[in-house]
């Protein structure tokens, strides 16, 4: 072990960085009526995989989620997921939208998100890390030496 805790290997540079998308999309409460609600997604070259998603309702605690960025991307044009995050696109009044679905314990959310702009800012993270280099994005040396050597607190 190189002893380098940063999690970046020598001579690599810092992640290159996505702004995050900051729109209003639609809580979608009984089917039918929806409440607009403040989402943020977020993507990071050190996490390829994965988008993390910030709900901000008007009133209350923000909630985010972590979903898997090809599941997000395809479920924008057919049906993706199953289990806890399901996402499938919608023809509402408003334009194409997609629904995505979130599950946890016995609760459950549905939102509307706009295909055209959440699309273009999912696949403008694919110019900074490609599908197929996923992977290779990720430090594997410090993933496995945080796991296999976690810092054990002495009191």
Not at 40 to 62: A, C, H, K, N, Q
Request: net charge negative.
């Amino acid at each position: 072990m190189s002893g380098e805790q940063s999690g970046l290997r020598v001579g690599q540079t810092a992640p290159e960085e996505m702004p995050p998308l900051c729109l209003v999309v639609r809580h979608v409460v009984d089917g039918f009526s929806c409440h607009p609600v403040h989402a943020e997604f977020r993507f990071g070259s050190d996490t390829p995989m994965v988008v993390s998603l910030t709900f901000s309702p008007w009133f209350g605690p923000s909630v985010t989620w972590r979903i898997g960025r090809e599941l997000l991307l395809r479920g924008l044009y057919e049906k993706a997921g199953e289990g806890d995050v399901r996402v499938w696109p919608t023809q509402g009044g408003e334009g194409d939208t997609a629904r995505l679905l979130l599950k946890s314990g016995g609760a459950r959310a549905v939102f509307e998100l706009p295909i055209s702009v959440v699309g273009v800012w999912l696949t403008a993270t694919y110019q900074i890390v490609p599908a197929m280099a996923e992977t290779g994005a990720l430090d594997w040396d410090a993933f496995l030496s945080d796991l296999l050597d976690p810092e054990i607190p002495t009191d």
